[in-house]
């Protein structure tokens, strides 16, 4: 499955096989997301979703096949190896935010670059606080905002240290329809003026929407591929999967 564009890959699955026992988790695999797209998976439960995220940012790896992040393939390094790829290249957005209650907003933004201990690129931080909105909350607690707000914020801490690919797991799972929405807007926003790289795992159509692609998995495979697809052709393609 390819985007027909010319950019370099951001992120690339050759082939990839998981089983657990029996179950083909993902069952021959095979992605390319191009730098600056924003990519959607979805899928009906147990369809493999997560496993494709869990293999694609390097924090399981597969039983066969490769993955390519930013061009270098990570699935045959050791854990040690991977991790420190995964803290250089990978961000990630939770459908629960996973802020640290402790820390300031700055400081939660600022974390990836403190764990990793590097000075990390202050225009750029600049320019995320300043395109997430937070700049007037940067000293406030997580407690101290929105679901929306939260978001905002871990979505500008998967951003700080410039990676590769931002993955997001149901990233509005827990927001009312209008939040979700503007943190979509956002999060396509990041792709379209900034070149990043998405890949986002949801059950709704709505969400999905946003992005430039969406892939349809079911039972481990990629069984659709839409480019632009109305809600209702996802919907619709969701509903053929079973
Ligand atoms: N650690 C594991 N041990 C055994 N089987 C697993 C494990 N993780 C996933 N599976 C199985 O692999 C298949 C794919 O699971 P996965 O969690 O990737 O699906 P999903 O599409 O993300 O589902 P959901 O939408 O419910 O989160 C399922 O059959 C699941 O039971």
Redesign the pocket.
Known sequence: MTFQTPSPSALELRDVTKT??P?H??DRVSLHVPRGTFLAVM??????????L?CAAGLDTPTSGEVLIGGREISHLNETRRTLLRRDTVGFVFQSYNLLPSLSVEENIRLPLRVAGARGDETWLAQVIDRIGMRPFLRRRPDELSGGQQQRVAIARSLAARPEVVFADEPTGALDARTASEVLGLLRDLVDDFGQTVVM?T?DPRAAHRAHATVV?DE?RIQDYLVDPTPEALAGTLLGAR
């Open positions: 657990y026992g179950v988790a993902l899928g009906p439960s147990g369809s493999g979703k997560s496993t494709l869990q795992v059950h998995m481990g």
